[in-house]
């Protein structure tokens, strides 16, 4: 018995782990039953060897599918190993992990088994369990089968932390391409939705503290990167309207890793576009976190994202006009924009600056990126960059620092 | 020179702190007892842990200070970084000299080392949220061995509590000989001399439940699987996991016994 449970493990982790998301934030259940477990801020309990956060035990149900998206390794024409979980050895395979240590809680996808309903009641089937049964507090992020109904959706709500539909492609016409048996229509009906209904369970809960949790960590989205032809400007552009209109807390971006010989996809073998990758959820950072507007960090003249330099640096060579920023006197919102200050530095900078003047030995212990930063500080009238040029402060800062990205990594690949 | 020697509790080091405004000690370097052996110069002065006058700085100082700032100057303590007696005593005397709060002076040297330090102690309590293992016994205890760079149990006691309300766990720092353990309604810090050998914890695995093996094993299994071999990055993935902390992970285990 523990030989097939152990294949079953291997099969249906390893069909999941192209789901990118491990967030296990964002959630404030608490373990006031004296139950098991509770959540908060998220803990990455492990890292696997190519260096992503392990949170959530992440499996399929099952990796059988009707469906045959071109981008999936579950998908009905590929000639693979084909397994189901039963609920009970879900649950049973959480609530151990979790015991031990090993995870913040469950993160439980599928393949489309018979149709969308019938698949999206067995998942939640498991987080009923595990919240009645077991009084499990911790995390549970249920995915949402596109086309399931309304009532499924609203009870998985009422179970689980975090709902969350994959847009899968960028456009609606690279879906069609490589998943046909997909709808865009399907998937955004759902995230309207869940919207509404969380946006009403948080009105009710102001009101009544015994409303039930409802989603409390939301909905969250994920993109296929680099397998169709879409510009960084498409992306983002997409990614800023789930962040407008849809209150999604995360989008995520999965840079596509070559797992077939379909002629519509980069071939097997093709680098995985990691630094892409990375450029997009810094951007995706400046959108959420540094009040950046969608059309500052990319537009018509510069769809695409700079692959050697970090797009808070980019914004900044383009505008320097606005620059040096007196590090003493500017503007808080303005001080974390400055290339090598973080959100932690600027608050920190802001709050030191009211006892002394800061000088750049300050900054530097404070532990902003000095080497950086001084290209657009000015500080007690010292002034470093003069009259540089953007493209030479680029190669200055770029010659000057030794960047994470060497040759192991591949630049963006090149379609068609 | 005055050397003021405390126990080595956050009690009795805020006793000396207190001493040394009472007895107005010019030049003081505090130290841990044990650790004072005798300078050539200089006096002694003994300083006794005293509840009034640990009372008495810490109401004062929780007068000026913000809780964040609070956690921190315990952090520092829990630090145990030499030297970080005389930089509290320093960022003590700071505090109370001002007029208003300088708790946010990152320009100064000893506010800033006390929200570094604190800064460096929360990440190893972070960790290990993070990286301990339980095993489970057979009589349902789960426990775990932990080496923490920083004296840290103090500060994930109630993480654990909470979380862990419904099974009963003992959490043990091998190098400070000392242990949480929770019987389902209280932690209690137990003292033990568990001489534990931590290259053969299989020795100890004798005492396991018999589903211990089962679950380890799914574990192992389920962390190489969720690995993407395309896109590996072992720079990062040892950015995060530190070999340090390799010979606690269950996970790790299999590497680990190939490779020693």
Not at chain 1, 266 to 275: C, D, K, R, Y
Not at chain 1, 306 to 312: A, Y
Not at chain 1, 387 to 413: C, H, M, R, V
Not at chain 2, 105 to 133: C, G, N, W
Request: charge should be positive; charged fraction near 25%.
């Amino acid at each position: 018995m523990s030989d097939r449970i152990l294949e079953k493990l291997s099969i249906l982790a390893d069909a999941a782990k192209y789901d990118v998301s491990c967030s296990s934030s964002g959630s404030n259940r608490k373990n006031d039953n004296k139950g098991l477990g509770n959540t908060g801020n998220g803990i990455c309990h492990a890292y696997t060897e190519d260096g992503r956060c392990v949170s959530l035990l992440k499996i399929l149900l099952t990796n059988v599918c009707i469906f045959d998206c071109a981008y999936c390794v579950s998908r009905k024409s590929n000639d693979i190993k084909r397994a189901g979980f039963t609920v009970q050895e879900v649950v049973d395979l959480t609530i151990n992990f979790y015991r031990r240590n090993y995870i913040e809680g469950l993160f439980l996808s599928s393949g489309i088994f018979k149709d969308a309903d019938y698949t999206m009641e067995r998942l939640v089937l498991v987080a009923k369990k595990l919240r009645t049964e077991h009084k499990f507090n911790g995390y549970i992020h249920l995915k949402t089968i596109p086309g399931a109904s309304e009532e499924i959706i609203n009870e998985a709500a009422l179970w689980a932390d975090r709902l969350s539909i994959n847009v899968e492609m960028p456009t609606e016409k690279s879906l069609a391409l490589l998943a046909p048996d997909k709808k865009r229509s399907d998937m955004l009906r759902p995230m309207e939705y869940l919207k509404t209904a969380i946006i009403a369970n948080r009105e009710e809960k102001k009101l009544f503290k015994k409303a039930p949790m409802f989603a409390p960590a939301g909905q969250s989205t994920q993109m296929v990167i680099g397998a169709t032809p879409e510009t960084d400007l498409e992306i983002l552009y997409l990614a800023n309207g789930f962040y407008k209109k849809m209150n999604m807390r995360r989008v995520y971006y999965s840079g596509y890793v070559p797992i077939s010989n379909d002629n519509r996809l980069p071939a097997i073998g093709t680098p995985v576009p990691m630094i892409r990758e990375n450029r997009l959820y810094q951007a995706d950072w400046l959108l959420r976190f540094y009040d950046f507007k969608v059309q500052e960090i990319v537009d018509a003249e510069n769809p695409l994202l700079d692959t050697d330099i970090d797009p808070k640096l980019s914004w900044a060579l383009r505008n320097l006009h606005l620059f040096p920023v007196d590090v003493n006197t500017a503007d808080y919102k303005l001080l974390m924009r400055v290339p090598g200050i973080g959100v932690q530095s600027a608050k920190k900078i802001y709050a030191a600056r009211k006892f002394r003047r800061l000088n750049s030995e300050h900054l530097k212990k404070i532990g902003i990126s000095f080497r950086t930063a001084k290209y657009f500080l000015s500080i007690n009238t010292e002034f470093e960059r003069k009259d540089l040029l953007p493209g030479q402060i680029k190669q200055l800062i770029l010659t000057e620092g030794n960047s994470k990205y060497k040759a192991n990594f591949s630049p963006q690949i090149k379609l068609f | 020179m005055d050397i003021v020697t405390y126990d080595g509790s956050m009690e009795g080091l805020l006793s000396a702190v207190f001493e040394v405004y009472e007895y107005k000690i010019p030049d003081p370097v505090i130290c841990v007892r044990s650790a004072a052996n005798g300078s050539l110069f200089g006096q002694f002065h003994e300083v006794h842990s005293n509840t009034e006058k640990t009372n008495r700085v810490y109401k004062k100082l929780s007068e000026r200070l913000s809780k964040t700032s609070m956690l921190q100057v315990y952090s520092t303590f829990l630090s145990g970084l030499p030297g970080m007696e005389n930089i509290l005593l320093r960022y003590i005397q700071y505090v109370l000299a001002s007029k208003q709060s300088v708790e946010y002076d990152y320009s100064h040297p000893d506010v800033l080392f006390v929200q570094q330090t604190s800064k460096k102690v929360h990440r190893e309590k972070h960790r290990m949220e993070a990286f301990i293992r339980f095993q489970v016994t057979q009589d349902q205890l789960y426990y775990a061995i932990i080496q923490p760079d920083f004296n840290v149990l103090p500060l994930i006691n109630n993480h654990f509590r909470k979380r862990y309300a419904d099974q009963r766990w003992l959490i043990y720092d091998s190098h400070r000989k000392y242990g949480l353990y929770y019987d389902l309604e209280t932690v209690t810090e137990i003292e033990m001399n568990f001489d534990i050998d931590v290259k053969h914890t299989k020795s100890v695995a004798t005492l396991n439940d018999t589903n211990e093996e089962l679950y380890q094993k799914l574990w192992q299994q389920y962390f190489s699987s969720v690995n993407i071999a395309a896109r590996k990055n072992m720079k990062l993935h040892i950015q995060h996991m530190p070999k340090r902390y390799w010979r606690f992970l269950t996970e790790k285990q299999v590497q680990f016994n190939e490779e020693f």
